[in-house]
């Protein structure tokens, strides 16, 4: 299984971006899918997951601003983030898994400059 992450950019404080995570291999309709993000200098963190029910949660940090989704006939998982803020700066990673997030794709690096 192969995730492809992408999106990533600069942004001003108050702006919005959109990630995508196009999955190879597997059908994404079978897996749960996550957004992890590491900051520099900080350890990675959970922020959304999706599961096989669509049913979303979300970290405190960023509920409210951000929406995970999936389009099954794409095989993609999006994380909407509007209202960034400068602490959302960050690698962002899409993750995949049954029993766990068991895949991993390459990281995309946010900015958000105030």
């Known amino acids: 299984v192969q995730l492809q992450a992408s999106g990533g950019g600069l942004v001003q404080a108050g702006g919005s971006l959109r990630l995508s995570c196009a999955v190879f291999g597997r059908t994404v309709r079978n897996y749960v899918m996550g957004w992890f993000r590491q900051a520099p200098g900080k350890e990675r963190e959970f922020v959304a997951a999706?599961?096989?029910?669509?049913?979303?949660f979300y970290a405190d940090s960023v509920k409210g601003r951000f929406t995970i989704s999936r389009d099954n006939a794409k095989n993609t998982g999006y994380l909407q983030m509007n209202s960034l803020k400068p602490e959302d700066t960050a690698v962002y990673y899409c993750?995949?898994?049954?029993?766990?997030?068991?895949?991993w794709g390459q990281g995309t690096l946010v900015t958000v400059s105030s």
């Open positions: 993750a995949a898994g049954q029993l766990g997030f068991n895949y």
């Open positions: 999706i599961n096989l029910s669509g049913n979303t």
